[in-house]
């Protein structure tokens, strides 16, 4: 059974960085589209970042976290990460990761709009100005 599990959030102020981890069990961790998601109250889940743990793809950032995210994995331990840095109040929110299985051969950049089919429960993240 595919699980994904977050960790890492927390309460930081303005400027300050976390780093967000997502333990991935269940699956092979090869050729999936990870990405990390976000919600924040009374608005709609937006893309953060996204990766693709085979070869041949690249990363994906939104304008609003691009040069401040960083999203990562280490393979050996199916494990993906996010390390934000110089976070900001709008950065609030709860905070998800997904996988998507991709066909074998592809390869490319990992749409937010794809429909993931795995889910994490989320980790809180809270940014104070």
């Not at 400027?15 to 092979?28: E, H, P």
């Not at 919600?39 to 950032?61: C, F, N």
């Not at 390869?107 to 993931?116: L, R, T």
């Amino acid at each position: 059974q595919v699980q994904l599990v977050e960790s890492g959030g927390g309460a930081v102020q303005a400027g300050g960085s976390l780093r967000l981890s997502c333990a991935a069990s269940g699956y092979t961790y090869s050729r999936y589209c990870m990405g990390w998601f976000r919600q924040a109250p009374g608005k709609e889940r937006e893309g953060v970042a996204t990766i693709y743990t085979g070869t041949g793809g690249d990363t994906y950032y939104d304008d609003s976290v691009k040069g401040r995210f960083t999203i990562s994995q280490d393979n050996a331990k199916n494990t993906l990460y996010l390390q934000m840095n110089s976070v900001k109040p709008e950065d609030t929110a709860m905070y998800y990761c997904a996988a998507r299985l991709m066909s074998r051969g592809w390869w490319g950049v990992c749409g937010v709009n794809y429909e993931y089919n795995y889910w994490g429960q989320g980790t809180q993240v809270t940014v104070s100005s």
